[in-house]
Structures are given as structure tokens and as C-alpha cells.
């Protein structure tokens, strides 16, 4: 997409971290901005923060109906928009071993039905528009690796944009997974906001860490401004080395999986 200037982008999970500086991204690129968040008060301050072009919006992507009202309010207020960050995420360190369903239901609830409600409730309003537009996923290099119940969540949302990505392809809007590498953020904090209805809280020793590790979150947001660009599909940004365990698990992956095929084929 070129000539930034005026268009409107949607960032959910814009009151922290990543999607923080996404908004300030594209409002220092004369963009409109929605900064949606389950924690409406930090949205405010991202949003007065970014200037007069940026409102914040509550919404929990986890639920159909809130995301489609954002999806109303973002129209109602800009009459378009033409990049959407489905950035909202949790993460949660807990074996398959030792989880309780409400753990998959809270991760796959925000990190995937999130990006499915996202995708549900803009991209109709989106390619009735008939301008160019942009759908970024956040993934994560977690989806290379398959650990434990986030990096299966994340797993599927770059197998999800894929797929998304395919079907738009020859349509004027594109659709890129953003894959992070270790960003400084709340991340490790996310039980924070955890509904009290999904289940236990866990004492979880990561979370003194929030906000301490990682490379500044304003490397995925230049990345993000480069790729409206070029239209990469998979927008790497963070990454504080070529992870060979990732490497090696994932090419051991796809080797073996296409070698044991043979295995399954069966005479027409
Ligand atoms: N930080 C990293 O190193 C890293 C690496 C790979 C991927 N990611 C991904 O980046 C994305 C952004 O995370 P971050 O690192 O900036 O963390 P963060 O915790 O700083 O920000 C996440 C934001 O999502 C919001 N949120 C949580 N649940 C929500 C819900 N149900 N509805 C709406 N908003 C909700 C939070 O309030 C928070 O503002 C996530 O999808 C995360 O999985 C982060």
C-alpha cells in the first residue's frame, strides 16, 4: 500500500507493547488510528498519546458480538479501514500435562478466535470497499517451535494467514503474518487479564519479567510499515538470533512429514 497518509488502521491489543507501538507507527506515518484493548484505560493513554487521528475502543476479540460493535465503531468514526492488526494476544507457560481446559479455551479464545473474529468482521466491510487494504496476523517464531498450548496457537494463526493470504491473492488487500521474536512487553504478565471465568490464576514466575527482556516493540512496528510496502507475507521483526532449534524443528518437521506421506498412499 502506498501513500499512508489518512488511511485507517485497527490494532487490537494496541494498549501494550507491540501493538503500542504499531499505533505510534502509523500515526508518526499520518495515519488514523483505532487502539482497541480489553484494557480500555491503557488504550486511552496510547491513543491520546498517538494524537488528535486516534481513538480507543474496548473490545474483547475473544467474543463475536464485541469485535463485530468495533468493527461498527471503527466505520462509524472513519468511514474506512484499510489496515487491521490482529495483534491481541496471551500467553501462558503451562504444560499439556498439567493444563485445565479453561487454559486452551483463554489462549485459543484471544489468540486464535480473536484473529477469526477480526477476519469475520472486517474483511467483508473491507473488500466491499474496494480499496487497498492490508490484514496482519501476529504470529510468533513460537509457531515454529510447537511449544505447549501458545505455540500451537500461534502455529495456527500463521497456517490460518496462509491460507487467508491465498484466497486475497489478485484482490487489493493482502494479509501477512507479523512473526516476533522477543519483543520487551507485558507478554509474561498476560494473566493479568485473565477473565475470572477461565479458569485459575497461576502463580507464574515469568510474569517478574514483564516489560524487562526483549528488543525495543518498535522494531515490529517499522517492519510493519516496511511490509505495507512490499507486501511480504511473513513480516520476521525482533528476532535476537536465527534460532537453529526452531530451524531444525521445523525443516525435521516438514522432512519427515512429506517422507512418511508414501506410507499413506493408496491405489486409485
Ligand atoms: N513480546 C514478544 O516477545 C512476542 C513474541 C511473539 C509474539 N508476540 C505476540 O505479540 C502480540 C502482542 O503481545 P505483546 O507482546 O505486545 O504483549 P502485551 O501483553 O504487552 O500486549 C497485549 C495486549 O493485548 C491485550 N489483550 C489481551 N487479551 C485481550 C482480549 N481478549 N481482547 C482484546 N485485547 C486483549 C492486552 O490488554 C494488551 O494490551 C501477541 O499476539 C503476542 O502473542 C509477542
Not at 9 to 24: D, E, K, L, N, R
Not at 179 to 192: C, F, N, Q
Not at 197 to 213: H, S, W
Request: net charge negative.
Amino acid at each position: 500500500m502506498d501513500d499512508l497518509e489518512g488511511r485507517v488502521a485497527v490494532v487490537t491489543g494496541g494498549g501494550s507493547g507491540i501493538g503500542a507501538a504499531m499505533v505510534a507507527g502509523f500515526a508518526a506515518a499520518g495515519m488514523l488510528t483505532v487502539v482497541a484493548d480489553i484494557d480500555l484505560a491503557a488504550a486511552t493513554e496510547v491513543a491520546s498519546a498517538a494524537g488528535g487521528g486516534s481513538i480507543a475502543l474496548h473490545v474483547d476479540v475473544a467474543d463475536p458480538a464485541s469485535v463485530e460493535a468495533l468493527a461498527e465503531a471503527a466505520y462509524g468514526a472513519f468511514g474506512a479501514v484499510h489496515v487491521l492488526c490482529n495483534n491481541a494476544g496471551v500467553l501462558l507457560f503451562r504444560g499439556f500435562g498439567d493444563a485445565i481446559i479453561e487454559d486452551w479455551q483463554w489462549v485459543y479464545g484471544v489468540n486464535v478466535m480473536g484473529t477469526i473474529n477480526g477476519i469475520t468482521a472486517f474483511l467483508p466491510r473491507m473488500q466491499a470497499a474496494g480499496e487497498p487494504g492490508h490484514i496482519f496476523n501476529t504470529s510468533s517464531i513460537a509457531a515454529l517451535g510447537a511449544t505447549g498450548i501458545y505455540g500451537t496457537s500461534k502455529a495456527a494463526i500463521l497456517t490460518l494467514t496462509d491460507a487467508l493470504a491465498d484466497e486475497l491473492d489478485g484482490s487489493p488487500i493482502r494479509a501477512s503474518a507479523l512473526l516476533p521474536g522477543m519483543v520487551r512487553s507485558m507478554i509474561t504478565d498476560a494473566e493479568r487479564n485473565r477473565p475470572a471465568d477461565m479458569g485459575r490464576k497461576l502463580d507464574d514466575p515469568t510474569r517478574e519479567f514483564a516489560g524487562l527482556v526483549g528488543v525495543d516493540p518498535s522494531t515490529c512496528a517499522d517492519r510493519v510499515l516496511e511490509a505495507l510496502g512490499t507486501g511480504e507475507r511473513y513480516v520476521w521483526a525482533g528476532v535476537p538470533e536465527r534460532s537453529e532449534r526452531a530451524e531444525t524443528a521445523h525443516r525435521r518437521r516438514a522432512d519427515e512429514l512429506l517422507a512418511a506421506i508414501d506410507a499413506g498412499i493408496v491405489e486409485a
